[in-house]
């Protein structure tokens, strides 16, 4: 097993930037990481892939793929698992279960093909682990295996991370639609705030004020100080058969030291100052961000406040970085002085998904719309009076947010927030021009 191939999946329009932190964590270039539809195809040692585990920050997942060939049915499917030396990877006692997505694919039934690589493992383990078959466990499985199909190829993968990566470890306390870590990390790196190739971040302020329960904020905070992203979880990998727990605890050990020294050689990192900042209209909210802060090991190393995005003045004199997932659509009441409930930004969805899903009526979308056009012109106009100089990047579904803005975007980045299509908006904040002078008459 001294070189594998691994697939990290990414969500839309994140491909990018998982390979240039793939690469500034490997070195690797050329045919070993290769940038595919959904991921990046790398080629390494079961080190890197430990690595590639611990610190992405954008993979979904690491997977090891095992094998590929084309297909016509299910028979197919089944001889190509049959053909997997699965019990070099795990043992029979162990649990397992499949997981199954296609694209494409000619398979009328997805839940038979994904049934037919279960009994092609199963059967591989009676015939080479003495009549032992491994148990299916479909909620918590010790054991993952990953089946892709195309319109014409199969590819089997065993998972090497067991919970999708976004769960870092740290997040306890949430909202009732917390903004994925993989997700965050990924605005991070497309503002240009975090540049993953080079293994550091900017040294300018960094501020969400519609922070929620701190997900932007602490992945900033943990990039900054060198954290590893998985320092604080455990992965699929330590259940399988070649897992070396000396060589783990030493990799986990160089992170330690290695990440810091490199973040430390990136910024002046020996004074106190705090460059990472976030404030929510929900003071519920702000606890949550306080303490998952703490459980992350940042939080002395951000600032977070109450208040409302329409009053709270910059946190620096220095111009940064907004970056923010805002309130928007049917719940934008939520947003303190727009309204009068003060639920925080991660209570909020999109008006107009919302009216595509036919909720509770047009009449009372379009009122809540309005209600959006208002807090969004409040918005731009606070910053246009007191945040000149600062770069703006918001997150959102609604491709009409410049207008609600009033603002002209400077650039687009196309994101996938799951299923949902997104764009991250860049604008370039500027002070406002002194009004025109009436003349006499």
Known sequence: MTLLTLFLPCAGGVE???????????GLVGQDLLTVRGGVRVRGDWALMQRLNLHSRLAQRVLIELAHAPYRDEQDLYALAAGAAWEDWFAPQQTFRVDLTAQASPLKSLNFATLR???????????????????????????R???????????????????????????????????????????????????????????????????????????????????????????????????????????????????????????????DAIHVFGSDVAHRMVDFAQRNAERAGVAHAVQLRGGDALQRMPPTAQPGVLLMNPPYGERIAAAGVAGQKG????????????????????ARTAAEVNAGDEFFTRLAA????????????????????????????????????????????????????????????
Not at 132 to 140: E, F, G, K, L
Not at 355 to 362: C, E, I, V
Not at 408 to 423: F, M, T
């Open 382 to 441: 606070h910053w246009k009076s007191h945040y000149a100089g600062w770069t703006a990047w918001l997150l959102t579904p609604d491709l009409k947010l410049p207008g609600r803005l009033r603002l002209k975007e400077s650039r687009r980045v196309p994101l996938w927030n799951g299923p949902i299509e997104c764009r991250l908006f860049r604008f370039d904040l500027s002070a406002r021009g002194p009004a025109p002078q009436r003349s006499d008459p």
């Open 343 to 362: 639920h925080g930004r991660e209570a909020f969805q999109s008006g107009t998904l919302a009216h595509q899903r036919g909720a509770d009526g047009a």
């Open 16 to 26: 990018g930037f998982l390979a240039d932190e793939v690469h500034g964590l490997s």
């Open 145 to 271: 295996v990953v089946a892709h199909l195309d319109a014409t190829h199969a590819t089997l993968y065993i998972d090497t991370s067991g919970e999708p990566l976004f769960k870092r470890g740290w997040r306890q306390d949430k909202g009732d639609a917390p903004l994925k870590e993989t997700l965050a990390a990924a605005m991070l790196a497309a503002s240009g705030w975090w540049l993953p190739a080079e293994r550091r971040v900017a040294d300018t302020p960094l501020y969400d004020p519609c922070c929620g329960s701190g997900t932007i904020v602490i992945e900033a905070a943990q990039l900054r100080l060198g954290l590893p992203a998985g320092g604080q979880r455990r992965f699929g990998f330590e259940r399988l058969r070649p897992f070396d727990a000396a060589q783990w605890n030493a990799i986990k050990k160089e992170a330690s030291h290695a990440d810091q020294a490199s973040a430390g050689g990136a910024l002046d990192l020996k004074d």
């Open 117 to 143: 690589v279960k009994d092609a493992v199963a059967d591989r383990f009676r015939a080479h682990a003495g009549g032992v078959r491994p148990s299916i466990d479909t909620h918590a499985p010790q054991v």
